[in-house]
């Protein structure tokens, strides 16, 4: 075995995204212990930066030591308990992996379903709860990854307040790439990833939980089923204070990482950065646009950081991927499930969210589509 030196590419994907020199820089610094006084003060300014870009005042607040999917698990391993009435969203991959979820803690999964590239349907939700006025939770994701589409989560979540349920809301490729305002919108549970835009390293996710969200788990009939994601034993470990108890052995760097990430949204301006997104979706989109390339998902329901776009008539799928990759060092996503083979998923994501980024993709396709 020799040192591994990786290629150097640009990752417009749909995750992980372009990591910034800053935070692989910030990775690189000296490992202190996770109960060092030094590495708890941190820890304290990382919680007050992930409040500031899920826009809560949740003291719970935190970031799970494993990626997107263990943030996902930590909030059904936590609200769901065997019986438990769950409606669960499915516009796509990740609906499906809720509705997994749901099943394996012992829940019953309602599920209300949607064609993929559209967002929920709030009238389908509206109602599945009022035929199951049991019901205890809604789930849905609010950025489907595998598709771009943007639900509405603020109108989804009061509807389930009106019906006595919790949320569960999956913000993976939303978190600062487009609105999201977990207290204004009543979110009780929501978990992302460091990987898409916070220009971050995977392997981190972060969650939040209301008051709301954590009445349920306090009261829960049976203890949390996993260990590692049991929030009344990690809250040990990020709690309030300056005495910690021991839990796991936190990714000491990794967390470096994210505390750089969210110091740089901090600096940019969280708002700003939704603009960035925005804005930089609209010149993909003229690009693709002038090529005759058009998109998966409505306009009104469009994510700017993940676009899907069919691919044209008669190119090879595959072919064009693996020529932006070898040729260009530019990595593209496929589609997924019905999609595979008949769309790109292309992504403008945290730190690859950049103008040069989009002309060099734009130049890169239009050749490869030329030969």
């Known amino acids: 075995m020799k040192s591994f030196n990786p290629p150097i590419r640009t990752l417009m994907g749909p995750g992980p995204s372009d990591v910034h020199p800053r935070i692989l820089s910030a990775m690189a610094r000296p490992t202190i212990g996770h109960l060092d006084p030094a590495f708890v003060g941190m820890m304290n300014e990382t919680k007050e930066g992930l409040k500031y870009i899920f826009q809560t005042e949740n003291e719970l607040t935190m970031p799970v030591s494993a990626p997107g999917s263990a943030g996902m698990e930590t909030c059904f391993a936590n609200l769901v308990e065997p019986g438990d009435k769950v409606i669960v969203c499915i516009n796509g991959v990740f609906g499906m ?32 709860l009022k035929e199951n006025s049991d019901a205890k939770i809604l789930a849905f994701v609010h950025a489907e990854t595998s598709t771009g589409a943007r639900s509405d989560a603020k109108t989804l979540c009061k509807m389930a307040h009106d019906n006595d349920c919790v949320t569960i809301v999956d913000a993976v490729t939303s978190l600062v790439g487009s609105e999201l305002r977990v207290d204004e919108w009543g979110i009780d549970a929501i ?14 996710s972060p969650v939040s939980f209301s008051e709301r969200a954590l009445t349920k788990v306090k009261n829960r009939t049976i203890p949390v089923t996993s260990w590692f994601l049991d929030l009344n034993l990690v809250m040990g470990y990020w709690g309030e204070g300056a005495k910690r108890t021991y839990h796991h052995t936190a990714p000491v760097n990794t967390l470096y990482g994210l505390h750089e990430s969210l110091v740089m949204i901090a600096d940019e301006g969280l708002e700003n950065s939704w603009a960035r997104h925005q804005k930089n979706h609209e010149e993909l989109k003229s690009g693709l646009e002038a090529m005759g390339i058009k998109f998966l998902v409505d306009e009104s329901d469009r994510l700017p950081q993940l676009n899907s776009v069919f691919i044209p008539e008669g190119v090879d799928d595959a072919q064009v991927r693996s020529t932006l990759l070898n040729d260009y060092n530019l990595e593209i996503g496929a589609g997924l499930g019905a999609y595979a083979g008949k769309v790109w998923r292309i992504g403008l994501m945290g ?11 734009l130049a890169a396709l239009k050749a490869t589509l030329g030969k």
């Not at 730190?351 to 993709?361: A, D, Q, Y």
Request: hydrophobic letters at 35%.
């Open 97 to 128: 992996r809720m509705k997994e979820n749901i099943t394996r803690f012992g829940g019953i999964a309602v599920v209300v379903e949607d064609a993929w590239g559209t967002a929920v349907s709030t009238d389908k939700v509206e109602e599945a």
């Open 191 to 204: 978990y992302s990833g460091t990987q898409k835009c916070l220009s971050a390293m995977p392997g981190i």
């Open 351 to 361: 730190h690859s969210s950049r103008k040069e980024n989009i002309t060099l993709f």
